[in-house]
C-alpha cells in the first residue's frame, strides 16, 4: 500500500471507487440499518481468532481484491436475505 497520497489523490481514488458502486436507496439505507441495530444488538459470544488465523484471513481477502472476486453492495445485500 502506498501511504505517500495525498489527500487530494487518496479524495479522487475513493471518487473513482464511489463511481463503481450501484446507488442505494433510502430504504435500502433503513433496511440496512435496522438488520444492522437487530443483530449487533444480540449477545453472541465469539470464539477468538488466533494471531495466525487473522493474519491468513486479511491475506484471503487481499488476494481476493487483487483477483477482483468481491462482492457489490448490492450483491452483499441479496445474500443477506438469505440468512
Same mark, same amino acid.
Given at each position: ?12 481514488? %475513493?471518487? +473513482?471507487?464511489?463511481?463503481?458502486? !450501484? ?8 433496511? #440496512?440499518?435496522?438488520?444492522?441495530? &437487530?443483530?449487533?444488538? %444480540? ?7 488466533? !494471531?495466525?488465523?487473522?493474519?491468513? #484471513?486479511?491475506?484471503?481477502? +487481499?488476494? %481476493? ?12 445485500? &441479496? ?5
Amino acid at each position: 500500500m502506498n501511504y505517500k497520497v495525498s489527500f487530494q489523490e487518496l479524495a479522487e481514488i %475513493q471518487k +473513482q471507487i464511489l463511481l463503481k458502486q !450501484h446507488p442505494t436507496t433510502l430504504d435500502k439505507a433503513r433496511k #440496512q440499518v435496522e438488520t444492522l441495530k &437487530r443483530t449487533s444488538s %444480540q449477545k453472541i459470544k465469539r470464539q477468538r481468532m488466533s !494471531h495466525k488465523e487473522y493474519v491468513e #484471513q486479511i491475506n484471503e481477502a +487481499q488476494r %481476493q481484491v487483487i483477483e477482483g472476486k468481491y462482492s457489490s453492495a448490492d450483491d452483499l445485500e &441479496r445474500e443477506s436475505e438469505n440468512w
